[in-house]
C-alpha cells in the first residue's frame, strides 16, 4: 500500500510563512519526483513546484519564483513546500503527487501529475 499524506496546512496572515509536508509510506521516495499542486475555490488544480528524486532539480510556476522552496528529505521520506510571504489568493487546498516532468536534470520546464488518485490534501487559509 503506497501513499503520499500531506500536512503542515493551516490558518496565516498575508505575509506570513507555512511549511507543508509530504511524507511517503509504502515506497521509497527519493526514486520519484514528487510536485506540489493547489486548487482554489472554483478554479482548476495548477502545479506549484516539483522536484527529481535523483538529483533534486527543480521547478516553480512563474506566480512563487522567490518565495516558494521545495526540498526533500531522503532519511524521512519526505518532500516540503515552504512557502514565505504568502498571498489570500494563494488560499488552497494543496496536495503532492508524483510527476511526470520535461526538461533537463539541469534545468525542469514543467512537470504534471502522472496519476488520477489524490489524496486529501491539506488546506492553506491566508486571511486577515
Known amino acids: 500500500q503506497a501513499q503520499l499524506v500531506e500536512s503542515g496546512g493551516g490558518l496565516v496572515q498575508p505575509g506570513g510563512s507555512l511549511r507543508l509536508s509530504c511524507t511517503a509510506s509504502?515506497?521509497?521516495?527519493?526514486?520519484?519526483?514528487i510536485g506540489w499542486f493547489r486548487q482554489a475555490p472554483g478554479k482548476e488544480r495548477e502545479v506549484v513546484s516539483c522536484?527529481?528524486?535523483?538529483?533534486?532539480?527543480?521547478y516553480y510556476a512563474d506566480s512563487v519564483k522567490g518565495r516558494f522552496t521545495i526540498s526533500r528529505d531522503d532519511a524521512k521520506n519526505t518532500v516540503y513546500l515552504q512557502m514565505n510571504n504568502l498571498k489570500p489568493e494563494e488560499t488552497a487546498v494543496y496536495y503532492c503527487?508524483?510527476?511526470?516532468?520535461?526538461?533537463?536534470?539541469?534545468?525542469?520546464?514543467?512537470?504534471?501529475?502522472?496519476?488520477?488518485?489524490w489524496g486529501q490534501g491539506t488546506q492553506v487559509t491566508v486571511s486577515s
Open positions: 503527487q508524483t510527476v511526470g516532468t520535461a526538461g533537463t536534470h539541469e534545468a525542469l520546464t514543467a512537470c504534471w501529475a502522472d496519476s488520477d488518485s
Open positions: 509504502g515506497f521509497s521516495l527519493y526514486l520519484y519526483a
Open positions: 522536484v527529481l528524486g535523483d538529483d533534486g532539480s527543480t
